[in-house]
């Protein structure tokens, strides 16, 4: 790469510890399988856990549907974008269907990265709110989302029963005009 000239400014520079966002690539689908298995956990997931050779990818989560973070030269995360139901009435409300970070990485600003690239992406997509749910036993996220802007904005009481335990279903969302 060239060096700069005077007249031009050198490009941001990003400390190696900081996380990088950016969409993911086909070539990510084992990386981020082996990461969803090894993290799957039922204090954010509602659905069993993944099978050892079921795809990462499908139909409604492609590549471009999803972010990822890396962290140190490593995929340390990952967040799927969609929408809230299949009907043109609300296709101004992006939808966040799933957030997660791999144990090592977190506490280093991998899920923040995330969603802030999320809300930023869904800004310049033009879209007017961003959604998503969250379990109710789920603080850490939940603290995360409301950091980031999100409010509470309904809840269902013992909507999931995990473990022998009924859990609430919260529903949280941001404007982004």
Do not use: K
Not at 49 to 56: I, R, S, V
Not at 124 to 144: E, S
């Amino acid at each position: 790469m060239p060096e700069p000239t005077p007249h031009e400014p050198s490009p941001p520079r990003r400390p190696p510890h900081e996380p990088s966002i950016r969409v993911a690539r086909p070539e990510d689908e084992e990386a981020l399988r082996r990461l969803d298995r090894a993290n799957w956990s039922h204090l954010h997931a509602i659905t069993p856990q993944p099978e050892p050779g079921e795809p990462f990818f499908r139909e409604t989560g492609r590549p471009a549907d999803h972010l990822v973070a890396e962290l140190d030269g490593r995929l340390a995360g990952y967040i799927r974008l969609g929408f809230p139901t299949p009907f043109a009435a609300n296709t101004h409300v992006r939808h966040v269907r799933g957030l997660v970070v791999a144990g090592e990485a977190r506490g280093r600003g991998a899920g923040r990265a995330l969603v802030r690239a999320a809300v930023d992406g869904a800004r310049a997509g033009g879209f007017r709110r961003i959604t998503l749910r969250v379990l109710g036993h789920n603080t850490p996220a939940r603290r995360l989302y409301e950091s980031e802007g999100f409010v509470v904005e309904g809840v269902q009481p013992e909507e999931f029963l995990l473990d022998g335990a009924y859990v609430d279903d919260v529903l949280m969302g941001r404007p982004l005009r």
